[in-house]
């Protein structure tokens, strides 16, 4: 590990207190990602992840939310023990977040120009021409015409290209991470296809690292450098991506491995995941 | 949504009803200013002429003391209009910033501000203004300071409703998520979407506060004479009722004519602004 690691999880966990009771959400989970570097954190719904991707940049709100252990360093810093202007520096500045819902996650009453000149203006001051800048993002992320966007409206954009401007929003403030909570999961599967490439490329380029969050084994194989596996918020099994795909260690993750849809197989239907059984064995 | 208005011919129509009233209202404050008689004095008695009936001297009558009531009506527009214009912009104003605390804080603030408001809904509202007023002292000033003191519970309800449901949208997450500030997410990103419920209730609110400026007036409590109101015409003229209809007839019917198209433009804005679901 030559590379210094753009963020560091040790042992974190998250707690939920309610009166209706109390949940863990996140047991001990720690993590690494290095510069550059592409982790996906694959689990299913409940298993934690949007959590431990929230808390990254304390995201979850507090209460009912609560860190009861664990550290987590971004530049040698700890988030837990940031002050607030701390926290809005780092967060889009050196995290950036996609998420699941592009229709909902754009602000209805405002063009693509100031959703993303407001991102820009936050964190690049020193930035003259903002428009200019944005039309290079818009360009970046494969939104034709770009000029002509800047005046469009969320509601004027397709689910996908809705998508992309969220990552020209991300992207725009140059963070060392992106968070991409599930962000193919409400878009058509061509669609799909292309932001994940896209984000490929912008890793490449940008020489960013990627949280990638999602519940489908399917489309961590060409994407991630190293997968990790959360079950009941704790994370099961960490490794390179071919290495788990090939010989998953821990029967959680070989369920999840089974419940990839294959073509040109007789099955007819998926496995089901007993939770019971895991919980009971792990 | 302008279409929509547009194409609603009672808002459309209302709405024409309450521009000529504004531009009643802003001439005849004008000329007030100036100090400039026209079409006469509204104060000017004429005890020979007193109690005539509506006819081509006087076309709307004359009062007790022979003042014209067309005159006074038209220069009692602006008061009325001012008071319930005004009274509402305190009123919704307070209520915009205690909402917009209560529900984007939550918590323990949210519990306090609520249980104030609670609390204040518990008066009758016309009661605690009259003993206010009573207690201030009758003054145009005074009437549209407590009436805005008064009513601004409504607004702060359905403004802290906005702020609470708005607070958990996904654009403000992402917002967050890019670093913006609180007053960054409550103002660009909060307010700007729940403006249009709170605009229509400001315009529903805006006959009430007319109604309970006459309603002040009429009891002697509002704008003082010789200022003429429309509800102090009518005070005025509660005495002569049997043998001068005149004197209560027009004035009532100029605060029934106001108080409806503020009601219909309103509506009309409110039914304009839902969303095609919401009409289904």
């Not at chain 1, 709100?61 to 002050?83: C, H, N, Q, T, Y």
């Not at chain 1, 991630?224 to 788990?244: C, K, L, S, W």
């Given at each position: 590990?030559?590379?210094?690691?753009?963020?560091?999880?040790?042992?974190?966990?998250?707690?939920?207190?309610?009166?209706?009771?109390?949940?863990?959400?996140?047991?001990?989970?720690?993590?690494?990602?290095?510069?550059?570097?592409?982790?996906?954190?694959?689990?299913?719904?409940?298993?934690?992840?949007?959590?431990?991707?929230?808390?990254?940049?304390?995201?979850?709100?507090?209460?009912?939310?609560?860190?009861?252990?664990?550290?987590?360093?971004?530049?040698?810093?700890?988030?837990?023990?940031?002050?607030?202007?701390?926290?809005?520096?780092?967060?889009?500045?050196?995290?950036?977040?996609?998420?699941?819902?592009?229709?909902?996650?754009?602000?209805?009453?405002?063009?693509?120009?100031?959703?993303?000149?407001?991102?820009?203006?936050?964190?690049?001051?020193?930035?003259?021409?903002?428009?200019?800048?944005?039309?290079?993002?818009?360009?970046?992320?494969?939104?034709?015409?770009?000029?002509?966007?800047?005046?469009?409206?969320?509601?004027?954009?397709?689910?996908?290209?809705?998508?992309?401007?969220?990552?020209?929003?991300?992207?725009?403030?140059?963070?060392?991470?992106?968070?991409?909570?599930?962000?193919?999961?409400?878009?058509?599967?061509?669609?799909?296809?292309?932001?994940?490439?896209?984000?490929?490329?912008?890793?490449?380029?940008?020489?960013?690292?990627?949280?990638?969050?999602?519940?489908?084994?399917?489309?961590?194989?060409?994407?991630?450098?190293?997968?990790?596996?959360?079950?009941?918020?704790?994370?099961?099994?960490?490794?390179?991506?071919?290495?788990?795909?090939?010989?998953?260690?821990?029967?959680?993750?070989?369920?999840?491995?089974?419940?990839?849809?294959?073509?040109?197989?007789?099955?007819?239907?998926?496995?089901?995941?007993?939770?019971?059984?895991?919980?009971?064995?792990? | 949504?302008?279409?929509?208005?547009?194409?609603?011919?009672?808002?459309?129509?209302?709405?024409?009803?309450?521009?000529?009233?504004?531009?009643?209202?802003?001439?005849?404050?004008?000329?007030?200013?100036?100090?400039?008689?026209?079409?006469?004095?509204?104060?000017?008695?004429?005890?020979?002429?007193?109690?005539?009936?509506?006819?081509?001297?006087?076309?709307?009558?004359?009062?007790?003391?022979?003042?014209?009531v067309c005159t006074r009506l038209?220069?009692?527009?602006?008061?009325?209009?001012?008071?319930?214009?005004?009274?509402?912009?305190?009123?919704?104003?307070?209520?915009?910033?205690?909402?917009?605390?209560?529900?984007?804080?939550?918590?323990?603030?949210?519990?306090?501000?609520?249980?104030?408001?609670?609390?204040?809904?518990?008066?009758?509202?016309?009661f605690l203004i009259l003993t206010?007023?009573?207690?201030?002292?009758?003054?145009?000033?005074?009437?549209?300071?407590?009436?805005?003191?008064?009513?601004?519970?409504?607004?702060?309800?359905?403004?802290?409703?906005?702020?609470?449901?708005?607070?958990?949208?996904?654009?403000?997450?992402?917002?967050?998520?890019l670093g913006q500030s609180h007053?960054?997410?409550?103002?660009?990103?909060?307010?700007?979407?729940?403006?249009?419920?709170?605009?229509?209730?400001?315009?529903?609110?805006?006959?009430?506060?007319?109604?309970?400026?006459?309603?002040?007036?009429?009891?002697?409590?509002?704008?003082?004479?010789?200022?003429?109101?429309?509800?102090?015409?009518?005070?005025?003229?509660?005495?002569?009722?049997?043998?001068?209809?005149?004197?209560?007839?027009?004035?009532?019917?100029?605060?029934?004519?106001?108080?409806?198209?503020?009601?219909?433009?309103?509506?009309?804005?409110?039914?304009?602004?839902?969303?095609?679901?919401?009409?289904?």
């Open positions: 590990m030559n590379e210094p690691n753009v963020i560091e999880v040790e042992n974190l966990g998250v707690r939920f207190e309610s009166e209706s009771g109390v949940v863990d959400a996140v047991r001990g989970v720690s993590l690494r990602i290095g510069k550059g570097e592409t982790l996906a954190l694959v689990g299913e719904s409940g298993s934690g992840k949007s959590v431990t991707a929230l808390a990254l940049t304390r995201l979850l709100p507090e209460p009912p939310a609560k860190f009861v252990s664990g550290r987590i360093l971004v530049g040698g810093e700890d988030v837990l023990k940031m002050s607030r202007a701390q926290l809005r520096a780092v967060r889009g500045g050196r995290i950036a977040y996609v998420f699941q819902e592009p229709s909902t996650s754009l602000n209805p009453v405002f063009n693509i120009r100031s959703q993303i000149g407001e991102a820009i203006r936050l964190h690049r001051p020193e930035v003259k021409d903002v428009d200019a800048e944005i039309i290079r993002w818009l360009d970046r992320v494969g939104i034709p015409d770009p000029a002509q966007r800047l005046r469009s409206y969320p509601h004027e954009l397709s689910g996908g290209m809705q998508q992309r401007a969220m990552i020209a929003m991300a992207l725009s403030c140059n963070p060392d991470l992106l968070v991409a909570d599930e962000p193919t999961t409400a878009l058509d599967v061509t669609t799909q296809a292309q932001i994940l490439e896209q984000i490929q490329r912008l890793r490449r380029e940008i020489g960013m690292a990627v949280l990638l969050i999602t519940h489908n084994f399917g489309i961590v194989k060409g994407v991630a450098d190293r997968v990790a596996v959360m079950f009941r918020g704790r994370i099961v099994e960490q490794g390179e991506t071919a290495r788990v795909l090939a010989e998953p260690q821990h029967p959680y993750t070989r369920a999840l491995i089974a419940c990839i849809p294959r073509l040109g197989t007789n099955q007819r239907r998926l496995p089901v995941i007993d939770h019971e059984a895991l919980a009971a064995e792990g | 949504m302008r279409r929509r208005f547009r194409a609603d011919p009672v808002a459309m129509g209302a709405a024409v009803v309450l521009v000529l009233l504004l531009v009643t209202a802003a001439l005849f404050f004008t000329l007030r200013l100036f100090q400039i008689p026209f079409p006469a004095n509204p104060d000017l008695t004429d005890l020979a002429g007193k109690l005539r009936p509506p006819g081509p001297d006087a076309w709307l009558g004359t009062d007790n003391l022979g003042r014209d038209l220069h009692g527009t602006y008061i009325s209009l001012m008071v319930g214009v005004v009274a509402v912009v305190v009123a919704v104003g307070i209520g915009v910033v205690v909402g917009a605390v209560s529900g984007y804080a939550g918590g323990w603030v949210d519990n306090v501000l609520m249980r104030i408001v609670d609390a204040m809904m518990c008066f009758p509202s016309f206010v007023v009573a207690l201030l002292g009758p003054s145009l000033f005074n009437v549209i300071l407590v009436m805005g003191l008064v009513g601004w519970t409504g607004s702060a309800r359905l403004v802290r409703a906005e702020f609470l449901s708005l607070r958990e949208s996904e654009y403000v997450r992402a917002a967050r998520a007053l960054g997410i409550v103002f660009r990103h909060i307010f700007p979407n729940a403006a249009g419920p709170i605009f229509v209730t400001a315009v529903l609110g805006v006959p009430g506060a007319i109604l309970s400026e006459a309603s002040l007036s009429f009891l002697g409590l509002g704008v003082q004479p010789p200022q003429s109101t429309w509800g102090n015409i009518i005070a005025d003229g509660r005495t002569y009722l049997l043998d001068a209809w005149w004197l209560i007839l027009f004035p009532g019917v100029a605060i029934l004519i106001t108080a409806l198209s503020f009601y219909l433009v309103g509506d009309g804005l409110r039914r304009a602004a839902q969303t095609k679901r919401e009409r289904e």
